[in-house]
Nanobody
């Protein structure tokens, strides 16, 4: 009953920045965790960053100091600010929304970092 739509992906040069957005609609009242994952071709999907309803933050080691996750509860939005992008950051980035009843995935947005 929750739908997620990601936006903000694109092509950027190494060292540049992008800001991804995830908009949730539907029955989001029981949400307790929101996160970003990414998946490169031939690779497993991996956690990038996570935030909880209690504002606990978790980051993958490979993005610490470069990426920041944030959220806007009244607007049901979650963001990923990506700075100092590297070619190895190239992947499809997925928004993930966890409620007490279920979990939901967006369709993903492509991020391509050129060298």
């Amino acid at each position: 009953q929750v739908q997620l739509v990601e936006s903000g992906g694109g092509l950027v040069q190494a060292g540049g920045s992008l800001r991804l957005s995830c908009a949730a609609s539907g029955r989001t009242f029981s949400t307790y965790a929101m996160s970003w994952f990414r998946q490169a071709p031939g690779k497993q999907r991996e956690l990038v960053a996570l935030t909880t309803i209690n504002d606990r933050l978790t980051y993958a080691d490979f993005v610490k100091g470069r990426f920041t996750i944030s959220r806007d509860n009244p607007k049901n939005m979650v963001y990923l600010q990506m700075n100092s992008l590297k070619p190895e950051d190239t992947a499809v980035y997925y928004c993930h929304w966890r409620t007490y009843e279920s979990e939901y995935w967006g369709q993903g947005t492509q991020v391509t970092v050129s060298s």
